[in-house]
């Protein structure tokens, strides 16, 4: 008898395991978005249930379709549009996870033209980070490796912490890493250069890691709240690129301060090296 029941509950058990492999094949929205979901349809279908009429019934409908997206993790929108979000949960394919480390990082790529070693060299010197950061108020070497930095937050907060070269590779590469205070800039983050095809100046691209930041992470997985943070980080990246672009093309970086006097404002101790720039 015991030998019966267990051949009929088997294929009863091979039926919910295909099923539950089927679905998690399926599931394409990620965690936090699967929970507002849930909660969100779930009051959608209890309010909808307790109205009367048509209007009644398209709150429970659109509430059930929630639910089922919450709970499955499953959206037929996405799948239609060959989106897969709890693979790729971040808005932009600028913003990716760190698959070694709990955390993410902010990529952007600008074409700067200028040999890769003047490049290299300019950014090297961590000194002539406030030329084209605004927020750094100042970056001292502590030795060949390792600098202090101090900046004032957009709230007026004098912030301090220590940056360590962990990759250095002339011409071509640097890396590094944050200790201390990581609120502004990240916890570390990489340059590299590389040359343009046909002598068009140097591509560069700069990465921004965030490690350990669980709740600004679980933000970017939000539809919509994501989409604005993410590019406000996105932003932020290129910004930092295009004032170093400027820097290094044109000797200074374009600003607004003293313009409505119609004098431009000329520093020359403060530009970057001239060299020669690529045509």
Do not use: C
């Not at 350990?212 to 679980?218: D, I, R, W």
């Not at 093309?249 to 720039?277: D, H, N, Y």
Request: glycine residues 10%.
């Amino acid at each position: 008898m015991a030998s019966a029941k267990l051949i009929n509950r088997y294929p009863v058990m091979q039926t919910v395991e295909a099923l539950q492999r089927q679905v998690q094949t399926q599931v394409n929205v990620p965690p936090p978005e699967r929970l507002l979901s849930t909660v969100g349809g779930g009051a959608l279908a209890f309010s909808g249930l307790r109205r009367r009429g048509w209007p009644g019934a398209l709150w429970a409908v659109l509430g059930g379709v929630l639910l089922y997206r919450g709970i499955t993790g499953h959206s037929f929108v996405y799948k239609a549009l060959h989106i897969n979000r709890a693979e790729h949960p971040f808005p932009s394919i600028n913003i990716s996870s760190i698959p070694e480390r709990e955390g993410f990082k902010v990529q952007r790529t600008l074409t700067i033209r200028r040999m890769p070693q003047d490049l290299y060299t300019f950014w090297r010197d961590v000194e002539n980070t406030p030329r084209y950061i605004p927020s750094i108020q100042s970056v001292r070497k502590i030795d060949e490796k390792r600098s202090h930095w101090i900046a004032i937050s957009p709230t007026g907060q004098r912030l301090e912490w220590d940056v360590e070269i962990t990759q250095d590779q002339p011409g071509r590469l640097i890396a590094w890493q944050v200790s201390g205070n990581k609120a502004m800039l990240g916890d570390g983050g990489r340059i590299s250069f590389r040359e343009a095809p046909r002598q068009r100046g140097t591509i560069v691209t700069l990465e921004v890691e965030f490690v350990g930041h669980k709740g600004l992470q679980n933000t970017l997985e939000i539809p919509l709240l994501g989409r604005v943070t993410g590019l406000f980080l996105e932003s932020w990246v290129l910004e930092t690129l295009r004032r170093f672009k400027a820097l290094m093309e044109a000797g200074e970086v374009p600003t607004l301060a003293g313009q409505p006097t119609g004098r431009p404002i000329k520093q020359a101790s403060k530009l970057a090296p001239a060299g020669p720039t690529v045509s």
